[in-house]
């Protein structure tokens, strides 16, 4: 995203185990396929998960179960939480604690009205469940792996926390793998954080034949895409300058993508200026070489040699938790509460 107006606010929740209850929660659209539940334990972390104490899923966090003869079950997934180095993070618990209510239940608690069950004894109002979407899939069971939880802008009273998850749904005995990203409204009283609305991904159909750029990209081990971002190239509607720069820095960097095209707000948060993002002309990064930006332990030079590599890449507007000096116009680098948790990278065209 580009710079914002911003003030205080940071985090969230993930809660676990097959067949979760109220909390796992949700996402849509994906592959189906027969599967074992992988075990929560396992020594390899998924692709989009984060080893770290800054609050991001744990190593073991599980992955697409691989086909499989064997009988179906949904994986074990992990919790994810705020840290106190969040800027104000009850406000993504709030939004997480939304979303895996919705997006999450066990065998035969599907189904919108008992969605809204679950929201309502969050003290959260039960009609956000019509804007769920894909969320809230037909399925018979579904658990969730929160990836991770940026801001897609904060202010003193009001944020947009984008809460990026896989999703495993139960149909008929066959385990299917999807995922989305949600941008959760938020707005704090004296009571709290609440909820307000819910704007779930909608990438659009995939293009075919895949143009070669992309096909490149989702074949990189280096360059980590949650769902709702691998749509988002397949649809093509994403710029080259974004599809080069993540290939240039890919090749110094292992970069886990948070947010690219859909999922985020349509204005830079709090103004009525357009983003870059729903224009296909930027991507957030929110984990470098297996370190979380949010992370106090990462080191300050990673993250600065990242931000100046991705200017010399191409971007225009490079945005984190540092500010940096120099650049080639006076604004290409910001640092501001919104760009605390992540790196934004955008190009003019």
């Not at 990462?298 to 040699?305: A, F, N, S, V, Y």
């Amino acid at each position: 995203m580009t710079r914002e107006p911003t003030q205080p606010s940071r985090r969230v929740v993930l809660l676990g185990a097959a067949g979760g209850l109220l909390g796992a929660a949700g996402c849509g659209s994906g592959t189906t396929h027969t599967a074992p539940s992988p075990s929560a334990s396992s020594p390899s972390a998924p692709s989009l998960s984060a080893p770290s104490p800054s609050g991001t899923a744990p190593a073991g966090a599980p992955t697409s179960p691989p086909p499989t003869t064997q009988a179906a079950a949904l994986p074990r997934t992990t919790p994810w939480r705020p840290t106190s180095a969040e800027i104000t993070p009850a406000a993504k618990l709030r939004a997480v604690q939304l979303v895996e209510a919705i997006g999450a239940w066990p065998q035969g608690r599907g189904g919108a009205a008992a969605a809204r069950t679950r929201v309502a004894a969050l003290r959260l109002p039960a009609s956000l469940v019509a804007q769920a979407g894909p969320l809230l899939p037909d399925a018979d069971a579904a658990v969730v792996q929160v990836v991770d939880a940026q801001y897609g802008g904060i202010l003193t009273d009001s944020a947009s926390v984008l809460v990026v998850c896989r999703q495993w749904t139960l149909r008929g005995g066959r385990v299917g793998a999807g995922g989305t990203t949600v941008d959760v409204r938020l707005t704090r009283a004296a009571s709290g954080w609440t909820v307000t609305a819910l704007h779930p991904a909608r990438p659009g159909a995939a293009v075919s034949p895949l143009p070669g750029r992309v096909r490149a990209i989702l074949a990189d081990s280096r360059i980590e895409l949650p769902p709702a971002a691998q749509a988002d190239l397949r649809s093509g509607r994403i710029h080259d300058s974004v599809l080069t720069a993540m290939r240039q820095l890919a090749g110094t960097y292992r970069i886990y993508v948070s947010v690219v095209r859909s999922g985020h707000p349509l204005d830079v948060f709090g103004t009525s200026r357009p983003s870059d993002h729903p224009r296909g002309r930027a991507f957030d990064v929110w984990q470098i070489d297996g370190h979380a930006v949010v992370d106090p332990a990462t080191p300050r030079g990673l993250i600065e040699r990242f931000m100046r590599d991705a200017a010399a890449a191409g971007s225009y507007n490079v945005g984190g938790p540092v500010q940096l000096s120099g650049g080639a116009t006076a604004n290409q680098f910001f640092s501001d509460n919104t760009h605390h948790d992540h790196v934004h990278i955008g190009f003019t065209g």
